[in-house]
């Protein structure tokens, strides 16, 4: 249970730092869509994934005794 705190703390900046990323990207209009299109969210909320189990695969390593 001593990785708990961790984990959650891992996923915590991973989600924001892949927000403000995104974010970003809306704001340049560098984003895979144009903003507002459907294409756009979706290309968000897979990156967002993609961010997120990147995060538990890190995670695994750094608690991996």
Known sequence: QAGKPLFW????FTFLLGAAWEI?????NIAGA??????YY???AKDI?????????A???????
Request: net charge negative; no cysteine; aromatic share 8%.
């Open 9 to 12: 703390t891992l996923m915590g």
């Open 24 to 28: 970003m990207e809306g704001l340049n």
């Open 34 to 39: 144009p903003v507002g299109t459907p294409k």
């Open 42 to 44: 979706f290309d968000v």
């Open 49 to 57: 994934v993609n961010d997120m189990v990147g995060a538990i695969i």
């Open 59 to 65: 995670a695994y390593f750094v608690e991996r005794k």
